[in-house]
């Protein structure tokens, strides 16, 4: 006797589907989002961090006022909210002066816009199992400022119970608690407020749904080091092939006040470690030096200072010299007004000291950002294991707290 199975578990008869029509087909082809294309992982959202500059001299009070009220770059304490705007207010005719002087602006947010478009399209391609990535800008003192970018990825689709993954990729090369990490704190300090389970947008169904990784450092990565060799290269060439090797390069970073370096900020070594893969690239060949410029204020900042190592080194009687800048990956004053107008113009020997050209829209440097996420992307590790373990010197309750958010993320 045939077994009569209920109607809930009686096989299916297979399914033949009717051939497409020739419109469906057409449409079928038609990529509509990448999502559904590779049925990966994707989206993922990749985060520029930076600290922004203002895109025209009205914007530089505004600049000015939130860096000088970040605790995590320049620490006042309980005066922070007092001294901060009255510090920021009695320079900002002077830096405005210096932004008309490049232009009217930093070029920052169109150099950072294009390279986190730029790459993310990479890694669409080398990268598909994470597409389709989608580029956002969060600077730390100008727009787009943190907050925004968040809401943005918020209305954007990422999170509210959707989860998502985000990357969030630090722009500075080597780590800073004054830079990476208060971008870092600031990103954190968003994400509760507003993911968090106090936060305007939480769901009730936990404490934020995004997976957050972070790309904190990458000082010698091998594309960093191929785009900025190649950058001096093609400077070189522009000596005579007979006093080419004997040109002293003249590496720059932003210096740290020395309360910052004695604290235990891991920006010094990395910065050094930039130079040396950098010099091993370029088979040393010639003569070099580290200095440090844009200091702030009266208290000791780690030297010697750019400006004043150029003045020696010219009163030795050596001309030619070529400034690197080592810490930045786009122009800003410190290049095109610190640099050009005043250690260069300011120099005498304006012919022989020059300036590599800072990597902006480099597409060696581009396609090292790529490779860098793609990495990063394929590792599943939330961030390095440097991010983990604070300053010695550390007081910072924010660090303590974001730096134990970041580290505890599964990715
Ligand atoms: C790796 C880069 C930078 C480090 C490290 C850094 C530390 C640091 N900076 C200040 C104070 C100021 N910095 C200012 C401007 C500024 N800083 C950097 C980079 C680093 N700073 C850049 C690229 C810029 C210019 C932005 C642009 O042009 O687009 C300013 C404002 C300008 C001024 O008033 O001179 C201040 C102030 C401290 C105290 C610090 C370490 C603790
Ligand atoms: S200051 Fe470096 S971890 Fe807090
Ligand atoms: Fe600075």
């Given amino acids: 006797m045939a077994l009569r199975l209920p109607a809930a578990i009686r096989p299916l008869r297979p399914l033949t589907l009717a051939k497409p029509s020739a419109q469906q087909a057409r449409w079928l082809a038609t990529p509509v989002f990448p999502v559904t294309q590779n049925a990966g992982r994707g989206p993922t959202a ?39 705007p009255l510090l920021s207010k009695r320079r900002t005719p002077k830096i405005q002066k210096q932004y008309a002087a490049i232009g009217g602006g930093s070029p920052i947010r169109k150099w950072s816009e294009h390279q986190c478009a730029e790459m993310c399209k990479i890694l669409d391609k080398i990268s598909p199992e994470t597409a389709p990535h989608k580029p956002y800008v969060a600077f730390r003192y100008a727009n787009p400022l943190t907050e925004d970018m968040y809401r943005q990825m918020l209305a954007d689709g990422f999170g509210n119970g959707r989860g998502g993954r985000a990357v969030a990729f630090t722009q500075y090369p080597q780590y800073s608690c004054s830079t990476t990490g208060s971008s870092l704190n600031e990103l954190w300090k968003w ?36 785009a900025f060799a190649q950058n001096i290269e093609a400077k070189l060439m522009e000596y005579p092939e007979e006093t080419r090797d004997k040109v002293v390069l003249l590496f720059s970073a932003h210096s740290l006040p020395m309360t910052v370096v004695n604290r235990g900020d891991p920006y010094p ?17 010639n003569p070099w ?22 003045e020696n080194f010219i009163a030795k009687g050596q001309k030619d010299l070529l400034l690197i800048p080592i810490a930045f990956t786009s122009d800003h004053i410190e290049t095109l007004y610190e640099l050009d107008e005043e250690v260069i113009g300011e120099s005498g020997h304006a012919d022989t000291v020059k300036r590599v050209e800072s990597l902006n829209g480099s597409p060696v440097f581009i396609q090292a950002l790529a490779d860098l996420a793609k990495s ?21 309750e924010r660090c303590a707290e974001s730096k134990k958010f970041f580290a505890s993320q599964r990715v």
């Fill in 289 to 310: 030096r580290l200095c440090w410029q844009s200091q702030v204020g009266p208290q000791p900042w780690l030297g010697p200072q750019t400006s004043s190592s150029v």
């Fill in 269 to 285: 070594a990395e910065v050094a470690a930039t130079v040396h893969a950098v010099m091993q690239r370029l088979n040393n060949v």
């Fill in 191 to 226: 994400r509760q407020r507003l993911e968090g389970k106090a936060g305007p947008l939480d769901d009730g169904k936990g404490d934020g749904t995004i997976k957050w990784s972070v790309i904190d450092r990458w000082p010698a990565h091998p594309g960093l080091v191929e």
């Fill in 46 to 84: 990749m985060v520029f961090l930076n600290m922004g500059g203002p895109s025209t001299t009205d914007e530089v009070g505004d600049f000015l006022s939130r860096l000088f009220s970040d605790g995590d770059l320049i620490p006042l304490g309980r005066l922070q909210g007092y001294i901060g």
């Fill in 376 to 396: 990063h992307l394929g590792s599943g590790v939330a961030c390095s294991t440097q991010m983990g373990l604070r300053c010695p010197g550390c007081k910072s």
